[in-house]
Nanobody, 125 residues
Framework: QVQLVESGGGLVQAGGSLRLSCAASGRTFISSYAMGWFRQAPGKEREFVAA????????YYADSVKGRFTISRENAKNTVYLQMNSLKPEDSAVYYCGADRFERLSPRMYEYDYWGQGTQVTVSS
């Protein structure tokens, strides 16, 4: 079992930056899992943001965040990060991290086995 806890959300002005963290705990460490970030705005479906392989050597981004967001990980700390720069009001959402046992770097929610509770990001214009 894996528990995921996101942190780092908050209120920021457009053009600003935030770094989200996703800390994993439990009997199974995430160093062999692919990890992903998703987000969900009010009234919308949860959408893919970024994913990273277990080694950190491969990453995958949604077109809407490419060039602005960077996903990274520190397996020694069982933590995954999402650095968000040049934030826009449309980036406002609850951000969730997910863990995928099968290293798929998938944009599909159902291919993730574990989820955190989310952290709120609000970008003001």
């Amino acid at each position: 079992q894996v528990q995921l806890v996101e942190s780092g959300g908050g209120l920021v002005q457009a053009g600003g930056s935030l770094r989200l963290s996703c800390a994993a705990s439990g009997r199974t460490f995430i160093s062999s899992y692919a990890m992903g970030w998703f987000r969900q705005a009010p009234g919308k479906e949860r959408e893919f943001v970024a994913a990273i392989s277990w080694s950190g050597g491969s990453t995958y981004y949604a077109d809407s965040v490419k060039g602005r967001f960077t996903i990274s990980r520190e397996n020694a700390k069982n933590t995954v990060y999402l650095q968000m720069n040049s934030l826009k009001p449309e980036d406002s959402a609850v951000y969730y991290c997910g863990a995928d046992r099968f290293e798929r770097l998938s944009p599909r929610m159902y291919e993730y086995d574990y989820w955190g509770q989310g952290t709120q990001v609000t970008v003001s214009s």
